[in-house]
């Protein structure tokens, strides 16, 4: 049985939920395997790592050493996702909250768009890759 044009997206909506949950829950490896083995995040500014391995010690860095925010949320919206068969495309805009450390007024840290791409594993659909195109950003 084939996956219908819905399933694959609601399947790809959820991936994309999965990333922001992993990220701010500071589960690098959780947030690795949403990864095909060959994976890339491009994460501009905070880095590009190539592979799982490179990806969890990236997001390990950023979420848990040497001082990570008191909290963060990732509010993603607005999917324009495109399915071709085993491989996809999909957007998103992005809004990153951070809890404010003592003294900042500012929760509101980052807007921009995720740019990614696909791709159907026999354990399901994965990201081949992530592109974070910042839009604003204060406080970094």
Not at 53 to 80: C, K, N, W, Y
């Amino acid at each position: 049985m084939t996956d219908s044009y819905g399933d694959d997206v609601a399947r790809i909506t959820r991936l994309r939920s999965e990333y922001s949950w992993a990220y701010d829950s500071a589960d690098a490896h959780a947030f690795t395997q949403l990864f095909t083995p060959d994976g890339v995040c491009a994460l501009g500014d905070w880095g590009v790592f190539r592979t799982r391995e490179e990806i969890e010690a990236g997001i390990a860095a950023q979420t848990v050493a040497p001082d990570p925010l008191p909290a963060t949320v990732h509010s993603v919206t607005t999917p324009r996702i495109t399915v071709d068969g085993d491989t996809a495309t999909g957007s998103w805009y992005v809004t990153v909250y951070h809890q404010p450390r003592e003294g900042d007024t500012q929760p509101v840290r980052f807007v921009g768009r995720y740019f990614d791409r696909y791709r159907r594993l026999p354990e399901g659909w994965r990201f081949e890759s992530v592109r974070l195109d910042p839009y604003w950003f204060v406080g970094y």
